[in-house]
């Protein structure tokens, strides 16, 4: 059964809170400007992403966001929310399965799989929809804090 949660009022989980079953979501829109500003901070330049006249002619028929820029919402659930602030990525497997168009409506969903105590690592189920369309999925392995910092106030 899955939990959907809200972030922590910490800003982050630490391994004893989390439990298989716990998810967490965010809705994202794949923009023209986060589609530019992604190209220019990967230097990604494929006109696949940025040219209109060239991507008509590929199999897509048009531009599509990079597949990484909606990876990329999946890792800004895992950062600040699920399990959130202080949590480290160790490996991340991804499929794509459809592309995402300018404008499209990513939802994000992240479900906790496996809680490994010994390691302070969870494995996560990350899969993101435009629609009811899977267009993603994979599995994360995060390192999650076992306690948290006291306040240096």
Do not use: W
């Not at 899955?2 to 910490?10: A, D, M, R």
């Not at 716990?22 to 220019?40: G, H, S, Y």
């Not at 959130?84 to 592309?99: D, M, V």
């Amino acid at each position: 059964m899955v939990e959907l949660v809200q972030q922590h009022p910490s800003g982050g989980y630490i391994l004893d809170e989390l439990h298989v079953g716990m998810a967490a979501e965010k809705i994202v829109v794949a923009t023209e400007d986060r589609i530019r500003l992604f190209a220019e901070a990967s230097d990604d330049f494929n006109p696949v992403h940025l040219d209109e006249a060239f991507a008509s002619k590929t199999a897509y028929r048009g531009r599509i966001a990079h597949g990484l820029l909606s990876a990329s919402f999946g890792s800004a659930v895992v950062g600040t929310m699920l399990p959130g602030a202080g949590s480290i990525y160790i490996s991340q497997t991804l499929a794509f399965h459809q592309p995402v168009r300018i404008d499209d409506v990513v939802r994000i969903l992240i479900t906790v799989i496996e809680v490994e105590p010994e390691s302070a690592r969870v494995k996560l189920s990350c899969e993101g929809f435009v629609g009811e369309t899977m267009i993603m999925d994979g599995v994360a392995v995060v390192r999650v804090p076992r306690r948290r910092k006291p306040s240096q106030r």
